[in-house]
């Protein structure tokens, strides 16, 4: 039985350590800074929207807004002024 524990508490840390470790990467964003917002090279959507719409279909993963918007900007995007409120 001891023998079971111990088993099972080694597997559950190297699949939590290959769980962990998979977030753990460096998040790569499709770049949209040669882009002009609303155009058809940009689907008509604003760069954070077509940078999320590509991430999502890349990674099979969401990301929000604020995320979209940083990302857009550290690329020099040029995404308009931060909303006031």
């Known amino acids: 039985m001891r023998k079971l524990i111990v088993t099972i508490a080694i597997g559950g840390a190297v699949m939590f350590g290959a769980l962990g470790s998979r977030s753990a990467q460096a ?39 604020e995320e979209a918007v940083n990302a857009a900007r550290a690329q020099g995007a040029n995404v308009g002024p931060a909303p006031t409120g």
Do not use: C, H
């Open 27 to 65: 998040q790569t964003y499709p770049d949209v800074s040669k882009l002009t917002a609303f155009t058809p090279a940009a689907n008509y959507m604003s760069l954070p929207g077509y940078l999320r719409l590509r991430y999502l279909q890349e990674s099979n993963r969401w990301i929000s807004r």
